[in-house]
């Protein structure tokens, strides 16, 4: 069993930062990619960045250059700052990761967080 748990989302002005975080536990023996993604409403779920285990990341477009993932993999947490937020970045922020949950595992498994709400208005 695996769980994720995100924390970090809220109210925020335009033009504010805000830190997401995931906390990963449970039977994991190592993780592959660590991701965020979001879902803004009557919209469909979009990848926002994602990071690799040897840190490569990857933006969506539309967030280059304002947010920024990074990883602690000892601590199996993976973060987004987000800095001059906009109103179309409102959305229900998921956290994902791709592990392998054992030493022999060939195929990586996907977990998913339960999403924190980012809300970015004046």
């Known amino acids: 069993q695996v769980q994720l748990v995100e924390s970090g989302g809220g109210l925020v002005q335009p033009g504010g930062s805000l830190r997401l975080s995931c906390a990963a536990s449970g039977s994991i023996f190592s993780i592959n990619a660590m991701g965020w993604y979001r879902q803004a409403p009557a919209k469909q779920r979009e990848l926002v960045a994602s990071i690799r285990s040897g840190g490569r990341t990857n933006y969506a477009d539309s967030v280059k250059g304002r947010f920024t993932i990074s990883r602690d993999n000892g601590k199996k947490m993976v973060y987004l700052q987000m800095n001059s937020l906009k109103s179309e970045d409102t959305a229900v922020y998921y956290c994902?990761?791709?592990?392998?949950?054992?030493?022999?595992?060939?195929?990586?498994?996907?977990?998913w967080g339960q999403g924190t709400l980012v809300t970015v208005s004046s």
């Open positions: 994902k990761i791709s592990y392998y949950s054992d030493y022999s595992s060939i195929k990586t498994l996907d977990a």
